[in-house]
């Protein structure tokens, strides 16, 4: 089956630091990925939609300038964490769904720990 | 405002016996919904997809229910079994972009 693989599955970096984190579909093209975040005990909250060779679109409240999202080529994504701040630490999910329908199913990476000292 | 709702608490229920799960929404018109299962530290897996105009499906010891008029999806474990623990999510579709929206999960224990 279709397979999405995050890279890395933890990081721990300094306040002010910038991190970023790889989402890839490895056995299908996938023209529009998700990134999701996810607090303890909560929902995945969608932060943005990652469009290959477009700007990603963000959710209200999630600043781009921030997190910024670039998905180059049809099977890689990626999210960095601009001057992460202990607030930013959570668990960023990515997802892609194979081009068929629109009600396919996501595919989800096993996500990024992110932990900011 | 639209809202998807999963029961917060957590279900526990014993080995063998059939786990019920509850997703309403508000303010939602999916044409479907789906089921995914969450294991602590992992991303999501897909288990299933219901479309507006099915009642019911299945797929092995999994049944999802879809009531439109109620705004409501049942998610059915029968014969449960330890390996079932874990976080199960609703999601459907909402605004554009395809986006899917999830529930915030029930945690659902089965003891031996």
């Known amino acids: 089956g279709a397979v999405v693989s995050q890279h890395p599955s933890w990081v721990i970096c300094k306040s002010g630091t910038s991190v970023k984190i790889e989402c890839r579909s490895l056995d299908f093209q996938a023209t529009t990925m998700f990134w999701y975040r996810q607090f303890p005990k909560q929902s995945l909250m969608l932060m943005a939609t990652?469009?290959?060779?477009?700007?990603?679109?963000?959710e209200q409240g999630v600043e781009k300038d921030k997190f910024l999202i670039n998905h180059a080529s049809l099977t890689l994504s990626t999210l960095t964490v601009t001057s992460a701040h202990p607030e930013d630490s959570s668990f960023y999910i990515c997802?892609?769904?194979?081009?068929?329908?629109?009600?396919?199913?996501?595919?989800f990476g096993n996500g990024t720990r992110l932990t900011v000292t | 405002s639209q809202k998807i709702e999963q029961n917060s608490e957590a279900l526990n229920i014993q080995e063998g016996k059939t786990a019920t799960l509850t997703c309403n929404y508000t303010n939602y018109s999916p044409a479907y919904l789906q089921w995914y299962r969450q294991d602590p530290g992992r991303g999501p897996v897909f288990l299933l997809l219901?479309?507006?105009?099915?009642k019911e499906k299945r797929k092995e010891r999994l049944k999802v229910t879809f009531d439109t008029t109620l705004k409501q999806s049942l998610f059915h474990i029968t014969a449960s079994q330890p390996a079932d623990s874990a976080t199960y999510l609703c999601a459907l579709l909402g605004g554009g972009y395809n986006k899917l929206i999830f529930g915030a999960g029930t945690r659902l224990a089965v003891h031996p």
């Open positions: 997802s892609a769904r194979e081009p068929v329908q629109d009600n396919s199913p996501l595919h």
């Open positions: 990652s469009n290959e060779g477009s700007k990603a679109t963000y």
């Open positions: 219901i479309r507006e105009n099915e």
